[in-house]
């Protein structure tokens, strides 16, 4: 099992092993979690590039258009997913998490939900929440870190860059895609 950290337990879930939860998938026991996920899609469709790596989809970096230094190949992301469906997340705690960030190469580390983000318009840095109460997302395919105002982001130049979560969606948008043409500017 994986150890939870407090600010994630929330009262009445159903955690076992003194504060830890078994995953949703037992093919990843073992395996390590991960505060990282790939780049999966943009505003303007999967065209980020790393979209269906596991699968032997992705891009290489030549298919990138818009310059490796303007294009998010990973993005922070410690959120996890919870029993909560996305109608009820605003009102109703989850009983029990369901998905958390893993390692891609792991048994199952294909999921979608385990290893994606996307810079969506219903895909904003933090998810409009923070990480005490991460379980009222109103998404979880978003860039989600434990540092205020933003997440990390590496680039496909391998730069790391600090994003805040105040940045004009069209610009997070515009860093997902490998081919939307438009200039960044200073983000």
């Given amino acids: 099992p994986t150890t939870v950290p407090a600010s994630w337990q929330i009262p009445g879930s159903q955690l076992v092993g003194g504060g830890s939860i078994p995953p949703r998938n ?27 790596q596991w699968e032997g989809g992705g891009k290489a970096f030549r298919d990138v258009i818009d310059g490796l230094s303007n294009t ?18 605003r009102t109703t705690a989850p009983t029990a998490f369901n998905d958390w960030p893993i390692w891609i190469g792991a048994p199952g580390g294909g999921n979608d939900e385990t290893v994606r983000t996307n810079g969506r318009t ?21 860039a989600f870190s434990y540092h205020t105002g933003g997440a990390q982001f590496t680039l496909c130049d391998g730069s790391v860059r600090f994003v805040s979560e105040n940045v004009a969606i069209e610009i997070l948008c515009n860093l997902y895609s490998v081919r939307d043409g438009n200039t960044i500017g200073e983000f």
């Avoid at 073992?30 to 780049?39: C, D, F, L, M, Q």
């Avoid at 219903?122 to 998404?139: D, E, G, H």
């Fill in 26 to 52: 037992p093919a990843i026991v073992g395996y390590a979690t991960s505060s990282y996920k790939t780049a999966g899609g943009s505003c303007y469709g999967d065209d980020s590039i790393m979209h269906k």
């Fill in 72 to 89: 998010i190949a990973v993005a922070e992301s410690t959120y996890v997913t919870s029993t909560t469906s996305a109608a009820s997340r």
């Fill in 122 to 142: 219903n895909s904003p840095i933090n998810a409009t929440v923070n990480f005490s109460t991460m379980y009222f997302a109103n998404n979880d395919d978003n």
